[in-house]
């Protein structure tokens, strides 16, 4: 049987799985309590007897145990405050962290500096010379410096007995994405107006990664044939790597869509990735309406720092992370927003079966940014004086306005063309701050751009890499100032050498 899922009794789902949440306040409430995104699926509740029977059939211990004495006067507390403030403090001269988990020591027993690329020394004050600009991974890293000034928005405290269970609290089942994180995203959506969430499931995943195959497998799952997984280049690397990693016997990678043909791919059902904005050229798309098939638009960049909202997309399933938001990639937190309840269903399944969930750590740490970037808006008498969306736009229209001005100077390079459009969340027009340069070279003997920019002390990420030609290559705009100041020089050098 090709569908394994789920819910077949529909007054068993009807019972298990709540409505998606509604404007109304009362009854996003009603949700909250079954735990309104995480829509309980039979199998994980099958799963879960299994654990209650294991549970149930071990010896079990006849009188609990008293409670634990309350903790002494916040001894504790002041102990984890003073070891993360005695890390932050440690100066790193601008070019290094030391944090709690900082394992190198000096000889004085005292934490040594954890160097950010292109330093060294103890206290990061050394320049390495020469060092190579790496403008190769998306990291987005330009978002540290904004959270270093507010220490106060970004820090969470987590006691050692933090929801430290499978399940979120106690009776909740598999809904694995914490209310307070659901509401946050809501807000956060609601705040720049750039989707749809009202009466959508939000499936949560160990960030937007895991959710891209899990979009896949679940619409695979839907279909009678063999689906063909197909996206249009340039597209994000991992669409085709992980469908070829991971495709089952429902379905496989197809390459590029065959816009023109009238049937769909070999007669079997379509599944379109598609990022918008795009990964790596930034450019807004669309699948023509006419086209058969389903899509996943992958919203990773449409967020008012990297590009103009223009409306609040309302496409049937789309993915989100925290990753491009925030800056916190490391956390992994990203989460789906999707119409189709049995979609939704088989997608919390496969996060379910693939990881047991999403740590609540990252839940806890994920809520309270978001919570602070809307606050940040919200209560702007509490707040800084310039939200983290302000933040990243200027930091990103002043590279890109760097990097435009270079390569003008050059006709060996060209670059990508962005439109300058009004944004509804700044009110005014929003000149281009894309994440990547995606840069072609002219010349007939630089058939492998990349390795041009290698020669220069450049590392950047091969066309190839994106479905595309290898005249082309994706650099970097997303990670520290010292890395974009050394990707600046490398390229005016490369640049005036005509
Ligand atoms: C278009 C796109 N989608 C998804 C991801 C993955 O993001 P996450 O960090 O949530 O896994 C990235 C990361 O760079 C991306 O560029």
């Known amino acids: 049987m090709k569908n394994p899922v789920i819910c077949t009794n529909s007054e068993v789902c009807e019972r298990l799985l709540p409505r998606p949440p509604s404007a109304s306040p009362q009854a996003r409430d009603d949700d909250r ?111 540290e410096d904004y959270w270093r000034r507010h220490p106060e928005m970004g820090t969470v405290v987590t006691p050692g007995w933090y929801r430290m269970g499978y399940q979120i609290r106690d009776g909740q089942s598999m809904n694995f994405l914490n209310n307070a994180l659901e509401a946050a995203i809501q807000e956060l959506h609601a705040l720049t107006g750039n989707a749809v969430t009202e009466g959508r499931y939000i499936v949560l995943g160990t960030g937007s990664m895991q959710l891209i195959n899990a979009a896949v497998h679940s619409l695979a799952l839907q279909q009678p044939n063999v689906s063909n997984v197909v996206a249009l280049a340039p597209y994000y690397g991992a669409y085709e790597l992980q469908t070829k990693i991971f495709s089952t016997a429902n379905y496989r990678w197809a390459g590029e869509p065959e816009r023109s043909s009238s049937t769909s791919l070999n007669g079997g059902p379509v599944i379109e990735l598609i990022a918008s904005p795009n990964n790596p050229t930034a450019t807004i798309q669309e699948v023509p309406s006419n086209t058969s098939g389903v899509v996943v638009y992958d919203h990773a960049y449409y967020w008012p720092h990297l590009t103009a909202i223009t409306k609040a997309v309302d496409n049937d399933i789309m993915l989100f992370t925290l990753s491009k938001i925030t800056g916190h990639a490391g956390t992994r937190i990203g989460w789906a927003i999707v119409k189709d309840l049995d979609l939704s269903v088989k997608m919390m399944n496969y996060v379910f079966l693939n990881t047991l969930g999403v740590s609540h750590d990252s839940q806890l740490r994920a809520t309270q940014l978001l919570h602070s970037v809307v606050k940040s808006y919200t209560r702007p008498t509490m707040s800084p004086e310039k939200g983290i969306f302000h933040y990243g736009h200027e930091v990103l229209l002043a590279r890109w306005a760097r990097l435009e001005a270079i390569f003008s100077k050059s006709s060996r390079f060209s670059v990508q063309h962005i439109e300058t459009q009004h944004c509804s969340f700044f009110g005014k027009k929003s000149a281009p701050s894309p994440g990547y340069a995606w840069v072609y070279c002219e010349r007939d003997e630089d058939v492998d751009c990349s390795e041009v920019m290698l020669r220069a002390n450049i590392t950047g990420r091969a066309g190839m890499f994106f479905g595309s030609s290898n005249r082309y290559v994706r650099l970097t705009l997303l990670r520290r100032q010292t890395n974009f100041e050394n990707l600046a020089a490398h390229l005016s050098v490369l640049v005036s050498q005509g």
């Open 33 to 143: 309590g079954w735990g309104s995104s995480l829509k309980t699926c039979a199998l994980c509740v099958s799963v879960l007897f299994n654990l209650a029977f294991w549970y149930s059939s071990a010896p079990q211990q006849v009188a609990l145990a008293p409670p634990a004495p309350a903790a002494a006067e916040s001894s504790w507390l002041s102990a984890a405050v003073q070891a993360a403030e005695t890390a932050a403090m440690r100066s790193c001269s601008g070019h290094g962290d030391v944090f709690i988990d900082t394992v190198l020591v000096g000889s004085d027993g005292a934490q040594i500096c954890e160097c950010h690329e292109c330093f060294t020394g103890p206290d990061c004050a050394v320049p390495i010379p020469d060092c190579a600009a790496d403008a190769d991974s998306g990291d987005p890293q330009l978002f």
